[in-house]
T-cell receptor
């Protein structure tokens, strides 16, 4: 919860790139994840990155990890109206298998 | 298809009543979790279970109870002691702790149950 922070809202125009940011505090993070939640639905895993990696690309999604600054970002290229949703970052730590979620960023794509 | 099924999708609770939310998974996962989601607050962990017949309290366990008698099932009871139960409840499962937590341990989520008070 409070150890993983995200901004609450982001608006972008259709076709632009979106960048959703996340900061975390625990240096023992092992994996970091991005989930997408559409209205009234559960969370869907988008992508994840191991903590010793700097970048991961998967089609329109690019994840950047700055371990020194404990900063994670998700870039969505060519954002579409279907990308409008809440995006959560999450981490797991070396101490166990609990997930620690951010507060979620609500992305609105303007046609 | 493998996955996690939560039921019902919508649930209404009368004052003083206990209600039970169902969560079933056929992913053969050891670990299961219950989260509560309130607007603007992200997900808060209620209870989790790493193995059958064992479970631990999360951050907001007061007013809730769980059981884990079968690997596939992790029901959550919202008791009358929970004074503000209106929320969206999400169940998740994962393969469980592997190699001391160093392996990725992706959580898979159900579609959620929305609980309201009458």
């Amino acid at each position: 919860g409070e150890d993983v922070e995200q901004s609450l809202f982001l608006s972008v125009r259709e076709g632009d790139s979106s960048v959703i940011n996340c900061t975390y505090t625990d240096s023992s993070s092992t994996y970091l994840y991005w989930y997408k939640q559409e209205p009234g639905a559960g969370l869907q895993l988008l992508t994840y990155i191991f903590s010793n990696m700097d970048m991961k690309q998967d089609q329109r999604l690019t994840v950047l990890l700055n371990k020194k600054d404990k900063h994670l970002s998700l870039r969505i290229a060519d954002t579409q109206t279907g990308d409008s949703a809440i995006y959560f970052c999450a981490e797991t730590r070396i101490t166990g298998n609990q997930f620690y979620f951010g507060t979620g960023t609500s992305l609105t794509v303007i046609p | 298809d493998g996955g996690i099924t939560q039921s019902p999708k919508y649930l209404f609770r009368k004052e003083g009543q206990n209600v039970t939310l169902s969560c079933e998974q056929n992913l053969n996962h050891d670990a299961m979790y219950w989260y509560r989601q309130d607007p603007g607050q992200g997900l808060r962990l209620i209870y989790y279970s790493q193995i059958v017949n064992d479970f631990q309290k999360g951050d907001i366990a007061e007013g809730y109870s769980v059981s884990r008698e079968k690997k596939e099932s992790f029901p959550l009871t919202v008791t009358s002691a929970q004074k503000n139960p209106t929320a969206f409840y999400l169940c998740a499962s994962s393969i469980g702790s592997v190699a001391g937590g160093l392996a990725k341990n992706i959580q898979y989520f159900g579609a959620g149950t929305r609980l309201s008070v009458l």
